[in-house]
């Protein structure tokens, strides 16, 4: 069975995906994802997105990391896929029902609401989500929200001096998270201005993460060290977060690319 996909990307996070909302394909596995997302003998990605059919919204999107498991959530793939659909769509994930509105080379995604109740995160004891009392190396008392997917940010004085690759996987495995976390390390540049690394759940360190990016956004404003709309600097470029502080929805706005289309043979990746 050959299986067309679009590779694509969101400042560098990149992502193959799959088109099923009107040719269903077979389930999609972990080992199968795992198989695709390999940059060696596969297609190459930091998450598979599969689109099929959704009976609330205009269609669903799947989400799989590259070590197979299944995220709730994906910025930078949200607006990827806003780029591929083309129009205004409103999409049902396991996060969550998000809303995509393509603009110029990219797009602008409505995240939903953040979570801060520990159960939402979650964790796995009742603790303060604002200033939790826990600490891993030079890294301490983050702030813990839910944006679809689980986020911890720390914020620091300079964010690449972070040993990230070493202290991430640590905390992403941590038993306070019963399903893991991603782990953010934020500097604050200016009011309006966070610089940004990320360790992501089930993909390392990337060189973008969007809901990373609404995660410490949304950390910044709740701490009273930034405010609205804050320009958000990871390695890969730029994002801009809207959030009013309250009860209102993330706005995500950044570029999308598509790198080229090709197709493979599905059973080649069981």
Known sequence: MRVPFSKMHGLGNDFVVLDA??????????????????RRTGVGCDQVILL????????RMRIFNADGSEAGACGNASRAVALLHGEPARVETAGGVIALEPRGGGARVDMGTPRFDWEAIPLAYAMDTAAMPVGWGDLAEPLAVNVGNPHVVFFVEDADAVALDALG????????FPERVNVNVAQVRAPDHLALRVWERGAGLTRACGTGACASAVAAIRRKLAASPVTVSLPGGDLVIEWDGGQGPILMTGPASEAFRGEFEWDDFA
Do not use: Q, V
Request: one cysteine or more.
């Open 52 to 59: 099929e059919p959704s009976e609330t919204c205009d269609f």
């Open 21 to 38: 909302r009107e040719t269903a394909l077979p389930a999609m596995s972990a080992a199968r994802a795992r198989a695709l997302a390999d």
């Open 169 to 176: 996987p640590e905390i992403e495995h941590d038993p306070l």
